[in-house]
């Protein structure tokens, strides 16, 4: 089984990425964003953790994290930030580790792991290859005006908080750039998928 990691900055396009995998190659496909959220649900390893960590103004009425809400504390104060990464990304990692190992056992091909923080939480341990979706700043901004109704202020906290192009570029063995069109996207993941095929 080839294990792939896929990272970029927000508004780049990962999902896009992820869907067109999922439904045209015969791989497991899973988000580091969606890992965590199911982990801090109530009665899962992060929540009892969380919930002490930002007190119980952080929960709804049916019992759950108010996820908005810890968003935006979590973006303004980097030393929370880095509190709830520490409880969160381990148990993550954990997860999806023990889902590959899952994988192996069942013969599947391909297993993506989709995760914003790929490389500051070192899943280059447990990948064969990382890709890097790299977009233009003024689409991605304009992405996540449209797609997301983000302010310029909010887009300006996560993209600060984010790795740098040349930073992304580094740690990856291969780039896809998702600018343009999305037949340009499809052409290029088809061009690597097409390499591992044949190797």
């Not at 896929?6 to 190659?25: C, Q």
């Not at 304009?142 to 908080?161: F, G, N, P, Q, V």
């Amino acid at each position: 089984m080839k294990i792939i990691g896929i990272t970029g900055g927000v508004g780049s396009g990962k999902t896009e990425v992820l869907e067109y995998l999922a439904r045209n190659y015969e791989c497991t496909v899973i988000q580091a964003d969606e890992a965590a959220h199911l982990l801090m649900k109530p009665g899962k390893a992060c929540y009892p953790k969380v919930v002490a960590l930002l007190g119980p103004g952080f929960v709804d009425e049916e019992g759950e994290l108010n996820r908005p809400k810890v968003s935006s504390v979590v973006f303004r104060d980097p030393g929370l930030r880095e509190k709830i990464n520490g409880i969160v990304h381990p148990a993550v990692k954990e997860y999806i580790t023990k889902q590959i190992k899952n994988e192996e056992k069942e013969g599947t091909p391909y297993f993506f792991i989709e995760a914003a923080l790929l490389i500051e939480d070192k899943y280059d341990e447990i990948c064969d290859e990382l890709w890097y979706i790299y977009a233009d700043e003024q689409v991605r901004r304009e992405r996540l005006m449209e797609s997301r109704e983000y302010t310029a202020h909010k887009i300006d906290e996560i993209i600060a908080s984010q790795l740098s192009e040349d930073e992304f570029e580094e740690h990856c063995n291969f780039t896809i750039d998702n600018s343009g069109e999305l037949e340009e996207m499809i052409r290029q993941i088809d061009q690597r998928m097409n390499f591992y095929e044949t190797m």
